[in-house]
């Protein structure tokens, strides 16, 4: 009985010895899947109309547990009918990460909107992390598919750091029953292409218009941006879920944009400059 007693006490010492990380497994933070219009000027050059693929996740081992050496983001699709190979990879999304870790597989329908009967449905996501635990999900019903035309007329108000940013929408009403159009907009880094900010994310809900006033404190006098324009369609006909976001349809396009220095901060320069130019001529005049 002692040996028994004993050896119980070796094995949960080892349990209790294990890491945190050695228990977690992944959470699904949220999923999507929908049609997505790319622009021929994408700046990430992915172009042309395509089925995109979404999945935000976490892990308390950290980002690493999602994508170091034996993590994977896979998905498979409900449609008899779907034209790539399953199970579809999620490659590691590193320029979002307002969610958490994204992965993002955008795959290119080649026969345009004729491929859109054999991508409908839902698909079951499921994430891995390294010590190949694993947590699934299925999506929402994607069964609203259409082109949304790409965004005209992006435009900002004025060259400053909080200007009003618009577009157009070409075609402002959905063709489909059940379907909304709503917008959305984010702010690129003009360098790294990371997303700093979207507007939907940052505020739960998507804008009813295509004006939208970029908040203080975000931009930089200076700092090249891209300004996205998001035209999007939303499912009226689903159950309103974080888990899985009723958007349908989307389509983009880019504005390059470099805000300049307000006036107030060029005259306090100039103060300073003339107070500086003061200063040395009168130290000059004493020599």
């Known amino acids: 009985m002692r040996k028994i007693i004993v050896l119980t006490g070796l094995v949960l010492g080892v349990v209790w010895c294990l890491p945190l990380s050695s228990y977690a497994t992944p959470t699904i933070v949220n999923d999507f899947a929908f049609i997505e219009n790319r622009p021929a000027d994408d700046i990430f050059g992915v172009t042309g109309l395509r089925l995109q693929l979404d999945v935000n996740a976490t892990d308390s081992g950290g980002s690493g547990a999602l994508t170091g050496p034996g993590a994977k983001t896979q998905a498979t699709s409900s449609n008899g009918s779907f034209p790539f190979a399953q199970p579809v990879t999620l ?23 004729a491929d859109f009967s054999k991508v409908t449905g839902t698909y079951n996501f499921t994430v891995t992390n390294t010590s190949a635990q694993s947590t699934s999900d299925t999506s ?16 900002t108000s004025d060259l400053s750091t909080t200007p009003v940013f618009s577009f157009t929408d070409p075609n402002p009403t959905p063709g489909i029953a059940g379907l909304v159009r709503r917008y959305d907009f984010f702010v690129h880094d003009g360098i790294t292409r990371n997303v700093l900010f979207d507007f ?28 996205r324009a998001q035209s999007v369609d939303v499912d009226t006909t689903e159950t309103v879920s ?17 805000p300049v220095p307000e006036p107030s901060s060029l005259l306090l320069l100039g103060s300073g400059l003339a107070a500086l130019a003061g200063i040395a001529w009168r130290q000059c005049r004493r020599k």
């Open 140 to 155: 929402h019903n994607l069964d609203k598919p259409e082109l949304i035309p790409i965004p005209t007329g992006l435009h």
């Open 242 to 258: 974080t888990l899985h976001p009723r958007l349908e349809n989307r389509a983009n396009e880019f504005l390059s944009f470099t």
């Open 91 to 113: 490659p590691f999304n590193s320029f979002f990460g307002l969610f958490g870790v994204e992965f993002t597989s955008n795959l290119l329908l080649s026969g345009g909107v």
């Open 200 to 227: 939907s994310t940052s505020s739960g809900f998507f804008s009813t218009t295509p004006s939208f006033l970029i908040p203080s404190g975000l931009l930089l006098p200076g700092h090249p941006y891209f300004l």
